[in-house]
Structures are given as structure tokens and as C-alpha cells.
T-cell receptor, first 115, second 112 residues
């Protein structure tokens, strides 16, 4: 799991600002994911991408946007339209398509706080 | 999305006892069921997983069982140790694809 990194570790945002969370992996994984974790809510899927230049909405995509211009990178932008963005954000990646391995490897997370 | 229900939300056992966590899912196309362990302030880590063509899988003190007909799966931890204390999440694949739906987690406390 050392091959997937997220930055920053802590992020503070003022209301009305957009912020971008970074996720990078050097595992040669095709698929990447963004989850949001709130106390008592488990992990909820925001967006995922199976290949470069393609991504799909998860259950709670409203107020978020992503891009996938490079295989290694899957940044998440939290826009001002997200009404309650304070949460712990986890990025994950998965072995290449067609692999017999399904495991998703998680990054260390970014804790976002809206001031 | 499809739901994954997980019970109990908290579980306290004495060291050496067994712990069982149960999950149910609603998507009949789900074919992959992982369990993750998350220690406080850390990232989730896979501890065991099972595919839909298998009914049971064991790895030392940990086992997972799957009942496809009833759409439920369970995590069994035997001979629990204090270092097993953490939050455990079950998950089910969204259809036969790569994304996952997670349960809300079980906070396990193992007391010496």
C-alpha cells in the first residue's frame, strides 16, 4: 500500500472555495476510486475510473468533480456546491483489468475541514 | 446504489473469544466480497476476501462464509487478541464490476 499516496494529509477550506485533493499511484493500476468516510457511515463511493480519460459517478457525486488524464493520477475537486464537505477522503486503486486480483489498495487519506 | 447492511455496529469480546460480524447485500449480481480492517487514523487494509463461486475461505484465525442464496456473508475471528481491536468493514462489488459498496462498519473491542 506504500505505492498510493494522497496529499495533503490535512486540508482546511473556507466556505465557497473549491479545493483539489491529490491521489497518485505507481502500482500500474488501471482502476482508481474516491471514497468519503464520515463517522458511523462507512465508506461511500464518490467517483471511480476504470481507464484513462473515463470515469463514472458513484452514489454521492454531487458537488465533486474528477479528472483522469494520466494513469497514475486521479485528483478530486470538492466544489462550493458540496454543502457538507467536512470528512475524511480516501483514494484507492485496483489491479489491472483482467487480473484475478480484485483488492483495492487505499491511500493514507486526506482530512478536509471546512471553516 | 445497492445496500450493504452490517451488524453489529459495535462488538466487545474478551481476549481468546470468537467474534462474528454479519453482512447482507441486495445486488444479486455482486460476485466479490472483501473485508477490510481499519485502525484508528489509518487506511483500511484488506484482511480477507471471497468470490461468489466459493462458500468459505480461511486464513489462520480469520474465516469468511458466503451464502449466495440468502445474500449474506460473515466474518469469523477466532482466538481474538487485543490487536484485533479496530473497525471492520464488509463490502460487495457493484454488479460484477470493480467498484464496491461498503457496510457502515463494526467497531470491535477485544479486552484482555
Amino acid at each position: 500500500d506504500g505505492g498510493i499516496t494522497q496529499s495533503p494529509k490535512y486540508l482546511f477550506r473556507k466556505e465557497g472555495q473549491n479545493v483539489t485533493l491529490s491521489c497518485e499511484q505507481n502500482l500500474n493500476h488501471d482502476a482508481m476510486y474516491w471514497y468519503r468516510q464520515d463517522p458511523g457511515q462507512g465508506l461511500r463511493l464518490i467517483y471511480y475510473s476504470q481507464i484513462v480519460n473515463d470515469f463514472q459517478k458513484g452514489d454521492i457525486a454531487e458537488g465533486y468533480s474528477v479528472s483522469r488524464e494520466k494513469k497514475e493520477s486521479f485528483p478530486l475537486t470538492v466544489t462550493s456546491a458540496q454543502k457538507n464537505p467536512t470528512a475524511f477522503y480516501l483514494c484507492a486503486s485496483r489491479h489491472p483489468s483482467g487480473s484475478s486480483y480484485n483488492e483495492q489498495f487505499f491511500g493514507p487519506g486526506t482530512r478536509l475541514t471546512v471553516l | 446504489g445497492e445496500n450493504v447492511e452490517q451488524h453489529p455496529s459495535t462488538l466487545s469480546v474478551q481476549e481468546g473469544d470468537s467474534a462474528v460480524i454479519k453482512c447482507t447485500y441486495s445486488d444479486s449480481a455482486s460476485n466479490y466480497f472483501p473485508w477490510y480492517k481499519q485502525e484508528l487514523g489509518k487506511r483500511p487494509q484488506l484482511i480477507i476476501d471471497i468470490r461468489s463461486n466459493v462458500g468459505e475461505k480461511k486464513d489462520q484465525r480469520i474465516a469468511v462464509t458466503l451464502n449466495k442464496t440468502a445474500k449474506h456473508f460473515s466474518l469469523h475471528i477466532t482466538e481474538t487478541q487485543p490487536e484485533d481491536s479496530a473497525v471492520y468493514f464488509c463490502a460487495a462489488s457493484i454488479g460484477s464490476g470493480y467498484a464496491l459498496n461498503f457496510g457502515k462498519g463494526t467497531s470491535l473491542l477485544v479486552t484482555p
